[in-house]
Each structure stands twice: as structure tokens, then as C-alpha cells.
């Protein structure tokens, strides 16, 4: 499993949620792809855009973070 970092968006406030996306195959969770932490103004920005399109599943964040700061989840090649 290999992890992407990066920052997305201009905002630099501290994150209060950590928006994880998942993707669902036939209705059951196959796999968590990609986690944004976004502060209190943006986290419906981050649950529908900057998740591109996975299932969100929003969370207190721990730990200071910046908003717009995102991991995505690749599956290891071959
Ligand atoms: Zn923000």
C-alpha cells in the first residue's frame, strides 16, 4: 500500500474533522482511498469535492492538522 500526501485548496486553518472517502463495490465497503482533514468552513467542501466522488465518512480529527491536507491510498502494483 503505498501513500500519496499533498495539500489541497488555500485555507490554512487547523482541521476539526478528518474526512475519510471509501469506495463501495455491490453495496459493501471494498476499500478507504483517500482521508482530507478540513477545518469547520470546509468540511462539506471536502466531503463533496475533495474527495472526488468516495463514500464520506466524517470524524473529530486528532492531533493538529492543516485544512485541505489529504492522503490518498493506492493499492501496491501487482
Ligand atoms: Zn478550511
Redesign the pocket.
Known amino acids: 500500500m503505498n501513500a500519496v500526501f499533498g495539500k489541497t ?1 488555500t ?1 490554512t ?1 487547523p ?1 476539526v474533522w478528518l474526512v475519510e472517502g471509501y469506495t463501495f463495490r455491490d453495496g459493501a465497503l471494498e476499500s478507504l482511498d483517500r482521508t482530507v482533514y ?2 469547520q ?2 468540511v462539506s467542501v471536502a466531503e463533496v469535492g475533495w474527495l472526488r466522488g468516495l463514500a464520506p465518512h466524517t470524524r473529530s480529527a486528532r492531533g493538529l492538522h492543516w ?2 491536507t489529504f492522503t490518498d491510498y493506492e493499492p501496491d502494483a501487482g
Open positions: 485548496g485555507c486553518a482541521a478540513a477545518c468552513a470546509h485544512c485541505g
